[in-house]
Structures are given as C-alpha cells and as structure tokens.
C-alpha cells in the first residue's frame, strides 16, 4: 500500500513534468471519451467491459505471480503502475471538470473506486505472498495444487469487488457529466 500511495505522489509529479502538448493530447483523448458518453450514453463504448477486462487480467497476473519467485516485485509493479495512473487520472479529471466538479470527480469517479479495487488487490496480493512462500518451503504435487485452487478461490473471491469497482466509477461518471 505504501508503494501505491508513493506511486500517487511521483505520478502528480510526472504529470506536472510533462510537456504542455502531451498534456493536451492526453486531455483531448479522454475529453473525446467524456464527449461519446455524453452524447450517446454506454451504447457506442464498452467502457464497462474495457474495466473489467483490464481489471481481470490485473487478477490474472497477480494470481500468477503466486507461483514465481518474484511475487513481490510484479505486484509492487502492478501498485506501481496503478498509482501513477490514479495521479493521473486525477489531474485529468480537473483538466475536463473544472476545479468544483473536479473535486467531485476526483472523490466519486477516481479514489472511492480505487480504494474498493485496491483494497481487493491487496487482499490477493497478500494471499499471493503467502501462496509463494508456501510452494518455496515445500514443493510437492499436492502443495500446487493446494496453492493453484486456493489462488482460484482468492481470485474468485476478489472478483465481485472489482466488478463493483468498475460499475462505481461508470455510474458516478455518469451523474458528473
């Protein structure tokens, strides 16, 4: 979690880094985004779907790196990466609202979400710990399997949070805009 909130940080500084052309390009790109969902609602993007499927295979991996070695590393990347996205996210979000919706955006669209989906995160991440250390003590046939259906049911168990992640964030969206 410490990692993710450091990654918050370096991506509001990173976003503050960037040239004032990238920044308007990313702006116009999520503007065009804000601009369908307003005109024609969910209909002509699968935005819901494109959440979860980018939220699953973040549960893929996280449930994978369980069998590896290097668990810790490929999940403090993943909250790496989702940090500095949150970050930037964020600063878009003032870019296309304004400064009073902004804040509203922030608070219902970008960190009430996030904190529901990382909370999950960190809860497989955890078990993706324990699974590891688990298969470097002792590796046996009856060990992985034990790990790969517990990784399953974690996976499982985690999947109902992301789902209202994802739903979360598109139904604020959607009262914003």
Known sequence: MIIYVIAVIIGFIIYAFLSQSIKIEIINEISQTVNLVKNEGFKSINIIKNGLQNNTIVLI??????????????????????????????????????????????????????????????????????????????????????VFFKNILVSLTTVPFIILSVWLEQIFFRLLI
């Open 61 to 146: 991996i996280l449930s994978i790196s369980s069998f590896t070695v290097i668990t810790f590393f490929i999940i403090s990347s993943v909250f790496f990466a989702k940090g500095v996205a949150l970050a930037f996210y964020i600063c878009i979000l003032f870019n296309i609202f304004g400064p009073f919706k902004g804040i509203l955006a922030t608070v219902f669209v970008a960190i009430i979400p996030n904190l529901i989906c990382i909370v999950a995160y960190v809860f497989l991440s955890n078990e993706c710990h324990i699974s590891s250390f688990e298969l470097l003590s002792k590796v046996t046939q009856r060990v992985i399997l034990k």
